[in-house]
Structure formats: C-alpha cells, structure tokens
C-alpha cells in the first residue's frame, strides 16, 4: 500500500489488493442526530488492481472523489474486468436543512455478459451476448443507504447474442424480469425443442424509469429463433414482483430471419432499422397477449382468450 499525499484533508491509496467484505446493517445516515456535511469530507483516491466486494469480483479499480459546496463528487470511478467495464460520475450533497441524496451516472458494456455476471456471483444465469447499458440513478439519503426499494432514476440497454439459462427457483434476483424460462413455461407455449439448453435471443432491448424501487417500462423487446417478446408494464424490485402485459410471437422457424437482418450492417446497422423491421414482421404474425401479475418466483399467468387482432394489437403501431 503506499500512501501518496501528505496533506491531511486529502488520501491516495495505490493497492495491489482490496478485499471489502459485504457490509450489513450499516448504519444510516436518517439515524445521525446530525446528518454529516459531504462537504467535510476528505479528498480521495484509490486505484487496486484486483478489487472485491463480497463475492463480487471487479478487477482493476480507480476512483477519485472530492469536495465541493455542500456536496462530495464522485469525479471518477472505474471498475474493469477482462470481460466487464463499468465508468461511473456521481455526487453525494445535502441542503440547507441537512436533506441527504445521492446521485450516480452508470455506464457499462460487456464481451460476455455471462462470464461477467458469473464474475460478480450471478452464476448460471446467462451465457454469452454482448451488453451495454447506460443509467442514471439517484435516491434519498448517503451512498450507503443505497436499496432497490428507494432507487429512482432511467436506464436504458442492449444486448447481443445471448442465451437465458434455465434457473433455480430463487437464483433470478437480478434478472427476475428476464426470467424466461419461468414465464414460457406459464406461457404454456412449446418451446421444448429450442429450450433445452436455455432460450437464445439475438437482440434484448429496451428503456425503463425507475421511481421508488419500481421498474416500469413502454416496450422491452427481445429477438430471437424461436420467438419475438415484447413487455409493457412494471415490475417491483424490491418486492420482486410483476405487473406486466406480454406480446409473444411463437415459432418463427424459417419464416422470418431477423436474426439475419440484424447481422446484415446494410438492413441492421441502425436500430431503429431494426425496430421497423421487428413491428412490421410483428405484424405479420400471430400474437398473443398475456397478463403476468406475482412474484419472480411465481408469476401468476393470464392468456387472452384469443390470438391479438388487427384492431386491438399494440406492437404493430408506430
């Protein structure tokens, strides 16, 4: 470890290792008699080569935060892992009356999302796909008082050439809303002979805005071999719930490579080249609509009735 600035206000850590055990019962800052000043804080700097937190594993760390005017910015933070990169910019101040909020701006992309995710302790969940998400979230109190239950803030993302993996009961806490081998299968849709090992998508998109730890989104839509999916609705992060309207398009077999139209850089390079295509395909086939209400774990399913008409389909409008 060397320490690199003799000004007291104002540390620099260079490590080779930092191993930070999960915190529990941290103690927040609504319970201080005085809420802290983030202005008061020291000026910080930490780069580590292999960083841990858990059983979470970053790799190579640099962060650098400092204080301003009734507040303390995050002017940098790097996570970086052979098949992960996260850059991140946030702030932590208070008012006048002392109020708490934090803020951050998230930016990640990924080789293997699913390597990636074994690395942070989300085994077995996805296989491959390349990933890049990007979020700006905020919520009330300090950094340390981060939970699902108080998250605000959008995200929007993308993923290639993946696969969702079958999961144990319990094991989608991070992905329930993508847990698609429990929702097919409440589906009641045949989906045995693509499902063996895991459902490919060959796109996964979408944006969603996110207000007190509920998720809730206009169109989340995922390509693949074996089925066109869109979801509208909302789901509760911390109570790990859905309420959402599902459209799924089964069995496309050979009659409709959009798989191929988004490898081919002339008719997929733009996304919302893509989206055309994937609504006027939608268009042509036969959909149906689901009500998916409950817990990750649980959902309760409800069909329509019938197949999605002309006159009462969504995903075709513009």
Same mark, same amino acid.
């Given at each position: 470890?060397?320490?690199?600035?003799?000004?007291?206000?104002?540390?620099?850590?260079?490590?080779?290792?930092?191993?930070?055990?999960?915190?529990?019962?941290?103690?927040?800052?609504?319970?201080?008699?005085?809420?802290?000043?983030?202005?008061?804080?020291?000026?910080?700097? *930490?780069?580590?080569?292999?960083?841990?937190?858990?059983?979470?594993?970053?790799?190579?760390?640099?962060?650098?935060?400092?204080?301003?005017?009734?507040?303390?910015? *995050?002017?940098?933070?790097?996570?970086?892992?052979?098949?992960?990169? +996260?850059?991140?910019?946030?702030?932590?101040?208070?008012?006048?009356?002392?109020?708490? &909020?934090?803020?951050?701006?998230?930016?990640?992309?990924?080789? $293997?999302?699913?390597?990636?995710?074994?690395?942070?302790?989300?085994?077995?969940?996805?296989?491959?796909?390349?990933?890049?998400?990007?979020?700006?979230?905020?919520?009330?109190?300090?950094?340390?008082?981060?939970?699902?239950? +108080?998250?605000?803030?959008?995200?929007?993302?993308?993923?290639?050439?993946?696969?969702?993996?079958?999961?144990?009961?319990?094991?989608?806490? @991070?992905?329930?809303?993508? =847990?698609? %081998?429990?929702? @097919? /299968?409440?589906?009641?849709?045949? !989906?045995?002979?693509?499902?063996?090992?895991?459902?490919? !998508? %060959?796109? @996964?998109?979408?944006?969603?805005?996110?207000?007190?730890?509920?998720? /809730?989104?206009?169109?989340? +839509?995922?390509?693949?071999?074996?089925?066109?999916?869109?979801?509208?609705?909302?789901?509760?992060?911390?109570?790990?719930?859905? $309420?959402?309207?599902?459209?799924?398009?089964?069995? @496309?077999?050979?009659?409709?490579?959009?798989?191929?139209? #988004?490898?081919?850089?002339?008719?997929?390079?733009? *996304?919302?080249?893509?989206?055309?295509?994937?609504?006027?395909?939608?268009?042509?086939? #036969?959909?149906?609509?689901?009500?998916?209400?409950? =817990?990750?774990? $649980?959902?309760?399913?409800?069909?329509?009735? &019938?197949?999605?008409?002309?006159? %009462?389909?969504? #995903?075709?409008?513009?």
């Amino acid at each position: 470890m060397n320490l690199g600035s003799q000004d007291p206000s104002s540390y620099n850590f260079q490590l080779a290792r930092l191993y930070w055990p999960q915190l529990q019962n941290v103690e927040s800052a609504t319970s201080y008699k005085t809420p802290p000043d983030p202005s008061k804080f020291a000026r910080l700097s *930490i780069q580590a080569d292999d960083f841990r937190y858990g059983d979470m594993h970053f790799g190579r760390l640099e962060f650098k935060g400092e204080p301003e005017d009734h507040a303390w910015r *995050i002017r940098r933070l790097l996570l970086q892992q052979p098949d992960l990169k +996260v850059d991140a910019k946030g702030q932590w101040s208070s008012d006048q009356f002392g109020a708490q &909020r934090s803020q951050v701006e998230v930016s990640a992309e990924s080789g $293997d999302f699913g390597k990636a995710l074994d690395q942070l302790g989300l085994k077995g969940q996805v296989a491959n796909g390349k990933a890049r998400l990007n979020a700006d979230f905020n919520w009330g109190g300090e950094p340390g008082d981060f939970r699902l239950a +108080v998250l605000n803030g959008d995200l929007s993302f993308k993923a290639d050439d993946g696969r969702f993996l079958k999961l144990e009961p319990g094991s989608g806490r @991070l992905l329930g809303l993508f =847990n698609m %081998d429990t929702l @097919l /299968r409440r589906f009641k849709l045949d !989906f045995t002979d693509v499902f063996k090992e895991g459902l490919k !998508f %060959d796109r @996964l998109e979408g944006k969603a805005e996110i207000n007190a730890g509920v998720l /809730r989104t206009d169109g989340i +839509v995922m390509f693949g071999p074996s089925a066109l999916l869109e979801m509208r609705g909302s789901t509760d992060l911390g109570r790990e719930t859905y $309420d959402l309207n599902v459209t799924v398009a089964p069995q @496309l077999g050979g009659n409709l490579s959009l798989a191929g139209a #988004i490898a081919n850089p002339a008719a997929g390079a733009m *996304i919302f080249v893509v989206q055309k295509l994937f609504r006027r395909q939608m268009a042509k086939l #036969i959909q149906y609509r689901y009500r998916v209400t409950g =817990n990750w774990d $649980d959902p309760q399913v409800k069909p329509a009735q &019938r197949p999605v008409q002309d006159s %009462d389909r969504h #995903i075709g409008r513009n």
